[in-house]
């Protein structure tokens, strides 16, 4: 029996280890729900992004055209044109965006005294807020030259390394932060109320159910809501940062926010200029999310049923 005890104390990880364990699993699980989740809009993506930039008129018709149009003239993938960006983005991203949001849990639960239990909700849409403001600050000049990759012939940029280094030379240094304060603006509603609405319908439904695990599709539609209210709320924003990263290709110059929003309430005759494409961000965004948050969930499960099966295999 000692030795038994002996093996069990041997064996069973310390908080430290358990806490590094936690921090890499959430990695690795963000990692792998961002590149799933962007992959699987990307052509959406691609084509709002081509909306949100120019003056031309959206509407589904338009952009069924769009797609059609890039298919054919530059063949199936083309429609993934910057998706490798995307990656590069999106995997260090969404990485450190459910890592720290798990971090930011922890230190609030701890400040709050829930330990291991729901956040109350100020404190839940604060972590959510917090763990978009550090990711995005830490990747933002990728999410740049992603959307200049997304906007222009593949012609002007041969690679991601191509754009870096066009962009640092001919538009400056600064130019890879072009657009960030709306980011950052529009990242704390978005990602606040997203990590928020899932975590609370995630809270709501083990309270009816009594069950502590939703099932996979319960989850896509928990993520799916959480895409939907966090994409309406920071809709205008998105726009006015995408206008300002691809400012440099479309021979425009915007000085500020509001001189942004200003241009394109005037030029494109009112305040829906603001919102274009967000009707395809309201088929793009929950399909997004929730297939993110949906991923991550089960990689977090995954990867600790191998550990807890390395440990007593041990």
Not at 11 to 40: E, W
Not at 178 to 195: D, M
Not at 207 to 218: D, G, K, M, N, Q
Not at 245 to 265: D, F, N
């Amino acid at each position: 029996m000692e030795n038994v005890a002996k093996k069990t104390l041997d064996t069973a990880p310390t908080q430290d280890v358990r806490g590094k364990r936690h921090i890499i699993n959430s990695l690795i699980s963000g990692a792998i729900a961002g590149a799933v989740a962007k992959t699987v809009v990307a052509p959406l993506d691609r084509t709002k992004i081509i909306f949100q930039v120019s003056s031309r008129g959206f509407s589904a018709k338009e952009v069924v055209k769009l797609i059609y149009q890039t298919y054919r003239m530059d063949g199936f993938f083309s429609l993934w044109r910057g998706n490798s960006a995307t990656m590069v983005r999106v995997v260090p991203y969404a990485a450190l965006q459910f890592c720290s949001h798990e971090q930011y849990k922890q230190i609030l639960g701890s400040y709050c005294g829930t330990h291991g239990r729901p956040l109350p909700p100020l404190p839940r849409l604060l972590a959510g807020s917090m763990a978009g403001i550090t990711a995005t600050t830490l990747t933002y000049p990728l999410d740049l030259v992603r959307a200049r990759m997304a906007v222009t012939p593949k012609e002007m940029y041969s690679n991601i390394l191509h754009v870096f280094i066009r962009i640092t030379r001919d538009e400056g240094i600064k130019t890879l932060y072009s657009g960030f304060t709306p980011t950052i603006l529009g990242v704390i509603p978005y990602a606040g109320l997203s990590f928020f609405t899932y975590e609370t319908l995630k809270k709501l439904h083990a309270e009816l159910t009594e069950r502590a695990y939703p099932y996979p599709h319960e989850r896509l539609l928990f993520g799916a809501c959480a895409g939907l209210i966090g994409q309406s709320a920071s809709y205008p924003l998105d726009v006015v940062r995408r206008r300002m990263q691809t400012a440099g290709v479309q021979c425009r110059k915007y000085t500020s926010i509001l001189e942004t929003m200003r241009q394109i309430i005037v030029e494109e005759g009112g305040i829906g200029g603001l919102y274009k494409g967000l009707s395809m961000n309201w088929i793009k965004g929950p399909i997004a999310v929730g297939t993110s948050f949906t991923t991550f969930d089960l990689m977090q499960i995954l990867l600790r049923k191998i550990q807890d099966y390395s440990t007593l295999q041990r």
